[in-house]
């Protein structure tokens, strides 16, 4: 199991209950493909150094998980396909995880 994390900027238009629903659905899409959740991280709204698609603030969620590989390239998928997320961005945090660890 490795261990990753994914950045999210979230359109500021969304309000709370579509946002939820949309993390809802990339939480289960981790757990379909094999990985387990960590923490779930609300940034909140912040102001961007610089715009993004003509918009200056967006509101921030990081997702940390552990899972195999092919877990990202599904995720990131789902997040393509996704209307309210503008960016994003995975990183591997570690490669050999134990169960015992994530707990």
């Given at each position: ?11 500021p ?24 959740m ?10 961007l ?55």
């Amino acid at each position: 199991m490795r261990k990753f994390e994914t950045l999210l900027l979230l359109s500021p238009e969304l309000g709370s209950e579509p946002r939820e629903s949309l993390l809802n659905t990339l939480i289960g899409v981790i757990e379909r493909e094999g990985g387990k959740m960590v923490t779930t991280d609300h940034w909140g709204m912040r102001d961007l150094a610089y715009p993004v698609n003509k918009v200056m603030r967006g509101y921030y969620v990081r997702l940390e998980y552990t899972g195999p590989a092919p877990l990202v390239a599904e995720l990131e998928r789902n997040i393509r396909n996704s209307d309210g997320i503008f960016k994003f961005m995975t990183v591997k945090l570690a490669d050999n995880v134990a169960e015992e660890e994530v707990a």
